[in-house]
């Protein structure tokens, strides 16, 4: 028996029409659909409730070309057992949105979903919300090898650490938390707190803002003058997040959050596979080698 899992995704694209990010014995596709197909759908759906429906038609108005995610897998042929896959799926979507996230830079929502299978009330959940000034996010045909294996490998990992209570854990957390933020400010002082959490690692003494910039340069580059600019740039984060917080005059755009964002992400995927840097040893390569 087939339960079925359909969303909405708001500012996702592509330049394929199909793309097939199953993994495991889970059949997951994110598939573009065309108004027609979507009128189609909602003539079909007489039991929707206008409130539900206007909602819907508000979402489709807003692009020529809509991409659904599809994710459907095999149940006993029960009602306990459908039952159970419908109180469970929204966990299983939060885990491939994760990955999803971690895998790329732009933005990933859903906005509208509807659950179906046998035994159970078709559910709709209604519009959640637009993310109008955000950049899209783009997953090119060319990449789907590297998320198929990105998926298989950090699914599950990177959602056990975000229950666990460790620095990945929070950074996990503030990372999602942040994403799914309105307000600007409020996604930097997320961000930067995950930046905190991986780079401190519940350090008590001081120069935070240097050891983090420092630290995250090394990390994430291995040429040197581009550790020096991340260096200079997560340093101009770190200040800015006090300012915010500290209610001190500061200016602040979309770049500016998307540069913490990206910085927390390729952070993230870094401390997935190695939980605790040696930052000597990244900081004086040399007498690693030697």
């Not at 029960?78 to 996230?101: C, D, F, G, P, Q």
């Not at 179906?116 to 109008?132: D, N, Q, S, Y």
């Not at 930097?188 to 905190?196: F, K, Q, R």
Request: glycine share 4%; proline share 2%.
């Amino acid at each position: 028996m087939l339960f079925t899992y359909l969303a909405l995704l708001d500012k996702f694209s592509s330049d394929i029409d199909e793309l097939d990010l199953s993994y495991g014995n889970r059949t997951l596709r994110i598939r573009r659909i065309p108004r027609k197909e979507i009128a189609d759908f909602l003539l079909g759906s007489e039991s929707l409730m206008p409130s539900i429906r206007e909602q819907f038609e508000i979402a489709v108005e807003l692009s020529d070309n809509m991409y659904w995610l599809v994710y459907y897998f095999e149940v006993e042929d029960s009602r306990e057992a459908m039952i159970k896959a419908s109180n469970t799926v929204y966990e299983e979507i939060e885990k491939i949105l994760l990955t999803l996230r971690l895998f790329k830079e732009g933005c990933i929502h859903i906005v509208f979903d509807i659950k179906t299978g046998r035994h159970i009330a078709t559910t709709f959940t209604p519009l959640k919300g637009l993310r109008t000034s955000e950049r899209v996010y783009f997953l090119k045909k060319s990449e789907l090898p590297m998320l198929r294996d990105f998926l298989e490998q950090n699914l599950m990992t990177a959602w056990k650490k975000k229950k666990s209570k460790t620095p990945l854990g929070i950074a996990l957390n503030r990372f999602t938390d942040g994403y799914e933020r309105t307000r600007l400010e409020d996604k930097v002082i997320d961000y930067v707190i995950g930046l905190e959490a991986l780079y401190l690692q519940r350090e008590a003494s001081g120069e935070f803002s240097y050891k983090i910039s420092h630290r995250a340069s090394v990390l994430l580059s291995d040429n040197t003058g581009k550790q020096r600019e991340i260096f200079e740039d997560v340093k101009k984060s770190y200040n800015l997040r006090s300012a915010i917080v500290h209610g001190r005059e500061y200016t602040l755009t979309y770049e500016d959050v998307w540069f913490i964002e990206d910085t927390l992400r390729d952070s993230i995927r870094k401390f997935l596979k190695v939980s605790k840097p040696n930052w000597l040893n990244l900081i004086f390569p040399e007498n690693h080698r030697e």
